[in-house]
Structures are given as C-alpha cells and as structure tokens.
C-alpha cells in the first residue's frame, strides 16, 4: 500500500489535504510490474494511471502491429482520454523496467474529483494534450508488406490474399492495367505468370507458394523443437484455445495449422450467439485475439503445413520433412467445405465461385447481384454481411424453410434487409463463364422451371465434411468419419488401455479430439472453445497416468 509521503510527491496530488491523501492511500490499486508486464490493455475499462516508479511505454495495435506511441516516467499520468471521456482505454501500457503505477478506477476518481475539483480540471486539460498524439497515431495509413498483382478475380489472388488477410498481413492488390500499379513502380510493370508479388523491400515473385509468402513474412512454417508435451492438429477456434491453456500451463506446446488460425469460423462474418459480445464478433477478430494470447503465453503456431502422418507407438507427428515427438496429440482440425456436384461450378473455382465467406470478400460482392447456397448460420450471417455491399444477395435453399438449420436471430434479421431474398426448394444446377463467373442456373424445384440468373460472385455453403482419412486406423470413427471418443470410442475402438478414455480421448490413449472434427459435437465456436480447455484438463491427467506408471 502506497504511504501518504509517497503520494503527497505526485504532483497531481501534491496539494491536497491529509485527508484527501488517506482517502487516495486506502482506494488506489498499487500495481508492481516486472519488465514486459502489461498494466493495462487497450480496450479495458477506463482508468486513470499515475507513474509512481521505473518506466512504462504506451503501446496501441496499428494495422495489426503494435507499436509503442508514448513513453511515461515518475508523475506522469495515463488514461486522461479515457477517464475523461468515458471510453475504454486505447492504448496498453507496458513496463520499460521494474516499475510501479498506481490505478484509480472511475469510482474512485470521480470521488476525488467532486472532493478536490482541480483534479479534474487538471486530468482534462492532460486529455486535450493526449488526443493530438492518439490522433496521429490512428490516422496512420496502413504500410503494407506486400504488393500482389494479378487479374481481377484470379484464383491466385484470391487464394493469396485470403491467406494475407487471416494471418493479418498488410497488403495491397491491383490488377495489371491499373493506372495507379504504373505510378507504384514508378513506371515499370510486372508481368506474369499471376499472381505476381513485390515485397517491402523490392523482392519480386511470380506465382509464390503460400509457405514461401509465409517465410518472407516471417510467419513461422517449422516447428523449433523436436519434442513437445502437446502438439495440437488443427488452428481453429478448438485448437488455439488448447493452446492458450496448454501454454498457460508450463506445456510445450506446437500448433499445426495447414492454412491460417481460426479455422472455419475465422471466416465467420460475425458471431452473434458467442458469450461476451453482446454486439457479436467477427471470425477473424476472435481468432486473431485467441492467436495473440496463444503466442504470448509461448505456443508455437505453424501455418501452410499438413500433417502427413502419425505413428501412436512411437507418439510421433510427420509434417512432410519434419518430424516431432510428444507426449499427447489433440485433433482440433475442424470440417472442410462440402464440395458441390456440379462440375460446371466447381471448375470457376476462385474467380467468381466461392466455398465460405468471409470479411475479406466484400470486395467481390461490393456493387454486385450476389448469390450464396446454404441454409445454416454461416450462410446467414454472409448473407447479412454482403447485404450492406451487394446490390442484391440471394439465398438458395434446397430446404422448404431456413427454420431447421438456420438460428432464428438471423433469420429474423435478414427479413429486415430489403436486399436479402430467400429461395427455398432451389437448387443451382449449373454456372457459366469461360474463364470467370458469368452466370448459374437455378432450379425451383416447387415448380421445375430452370431460370438463368446473371452473376459474378457464387459462395457456397453448404455444410462440411471431416477429412479424417489420413489418422491411422487405432483412431476409431464414425461412419461419416469423424473421430469417436470417450465412451463411444471404448465402444468401436481398439481400446487396449486398462482404464476407461477421458471423454475427449479418442480411441488411442493420449490422443484426443475436439471441436467439429469429434463426431456428436454440436457445431459452434463456444462448444468447440470449451473443449478445448477441456482437453487439457484431460492431457494433465492423462501425463499424470503416464508417470506414475513409469
């Protein structure tokens, strides 16, 4: 607890009462940080922060990075803007050094303030002086990392900067003839094949690899260490909140994530049926908030690898020239797209046909007559998304009704949205188009008239499949392929254990399985958070078993 002598040396302090002192010594938090500790994150509630010892920095996320904005020593303040204004705070604040501050929440300032009026006075005037600086610091444009230059609607572009945007990599794309890709490279081109990148530094590409794109984006692509206690398969919502809690833990802890972390629902245009935001939150932002926690507590996240293998006798993962040992494996790689039987649609595969739909994707509905198929709440909430940039959205449905698939707050929303419609009983039986999307035809099976319907942007959401058939056959599953467990994989698996599986525990001992790939799992982003935690409860005790048994 801080003492009256050490308060009455604030100068925001210095002229008040003995009084008012013990008030402030007996309501203030007096925080202690070590070098790196956080004190406060941007977006907490509002508080105002008074530097007593050592060094801090003000740290705020700009296009995606964090930066440091404003250094505070001994007596300075932070939080004027928030407690003065009534917002969340906007920046963190983070220790140079060993260091101490001290936090008076809004309670306990206000009541300062109506003791002693010159505080606020004084912590307003601070504000003004603050919101320049916060002000610069937000406008700043975003200073991206690559250029990527291809054709409108190119599958590669797509592809590319689909997988940009959800490892949150700052970036630019044009197409060939655009006047302004001339006066970017100072009047040189670049040619194909496409899609052609052209990094910060000058480095040119032509037609890259994701994992190359990776490299030289410094995302890591290879696991560090060759032995780990957990590797977890699978960078969804299921797979990164296993990491956040195995890394929390003291567990050395490797993600293996063939595309970007999120998974499916990190397309999601926006959640609303998650606990804790009560105005929804979009796929990505969950995702890249779980990502940061993860890798803050030390797991590792390794992105464009497939696991080619695992050996349950030796407990080893094969990630095509790597190889790791561990001592538990948790399967957490969630569903893939079902694909449409309708080759005329699936070959204009990215260059106007779309499997899911996320924020990035705006651009290709911006303007346009778009159709999505799908009954379910991805469809849904795509639906509402592209509502506010499409011309017209249309859902096709091959269901008599959205009731028995679909969440009724979404339902009820998209009948606000007067260019939202919904066919029912329909189904797209084929699309047109040379090179790009040009049109699909459309059955009403209510009636069997076929009509044609012009369009350039087709997302297609019609539910997902487990791609399970690479685990070893001691990994039982059901008949659809996803993976059993607990008491129903004791039931169909060659369970050999003298114990009973965890509930999360797969027919293999120390192997287990979350999220959409576990067969019964009931398909939403806070079940699959919840088994993931869960999972690690269930690892612990399964190591536990392990060692007293050696």
Known sequence: MITLEELAKVPLFSALSEKELDFLARSVEDIRLVTGEYGAHE??????????????????????????????????????????????????????????????????????????PQVAVTVGAAALERMEMLRKAASQPPAPEILLVAPERDPGMHAIGSFLHRNQIAFDSLAPDD???????????????????????????????????????????????????????????????????????????????????????????????????????????????????????????????????????????????????????????????????????????????????????????QGKDVYLIGAGNSAGQAALFFSSHASSVTLIVRAESLASSMSQYLIDQMATKRNIRVETRSEVIAGHGDERLQAIDVIDRKTGTTTRRTTEALFVLIGAHASTGWLPEQVARDSHGFILTGSDALKQGPWDSGREPFALETSAPGVFAVGDVRSGSVKRVAAAVGEGGMAIAFVHRYLQLASNTR
């Open 43 to 116: 977006g907490e509630a509002r508080a105002l922060f008074v530097m007593i010892e050592g060094k801090t920095e003000l740290t705020k996320v700009i296009n995606g990075v964090e930066s440091v904005i404003a250094i505070r020593l001994p007596g300075e303040l932070a939080g004027e803007i928030p407690i003065t204004l009534s917002t969340p705070l906007p920046a963190s604040i983070r220790a140079v050094e060993p260091s101490r501050i001290l936090k008076l929440d809004a309670k306990v300032f206000h009541t300062l303030a109506a003791m002693v």
């Open 179 to 365: 006047p302004a890709l001339a006066a970017r490279l100072g009047g040189q081109t670049m040619s194909g094949p496409y899609p052609a990148v052209q990094l910060a530094d000058g480095t040119r590409l032509t037609a890259p690899t994701l994992r190359t794109i990776a490299k030289l984006c410094g995302l890591q692509v290879a696991p560090r260490l060759t032995y780990y206690d957990v590797v977890i398969i699978g960078g969804g919502p299921a797979g990164l909140t296993a990491a956040v809690n195995a890394a929390s833990e003291g567990l050395r802890t490797v993600v293996v994530e063939c595309f970007a972390p999120g998974g499916q629902a990190g397309t999601s245009t926006r959640i609303e049926n998650y606990p804790g935001f009560p105005f929804g939150v979009s796929g990505d932002d969950l995702a890249s908030n779980t990502l940061k926690q993860a890798k803050r507590l030390g797991a590792e996240i390794v992105v464009t690898r497939r696991v080619a293998g695992v050996d349950l006798a030796a407990m080893t993962v094969t990630l095509d020239k790597d190889q790791v040992r561990t001592k538990a494996i948790v399967l957490a790689m969630g569903v893939e797209w079902r694909r449409m039987a309708v080759e005329s649609v699936d070959r204009l595969i990215g260059s106007g046909v779309y499997y899911g739909a996320a924020r990035s994707d705006a651009g290709l509905a």
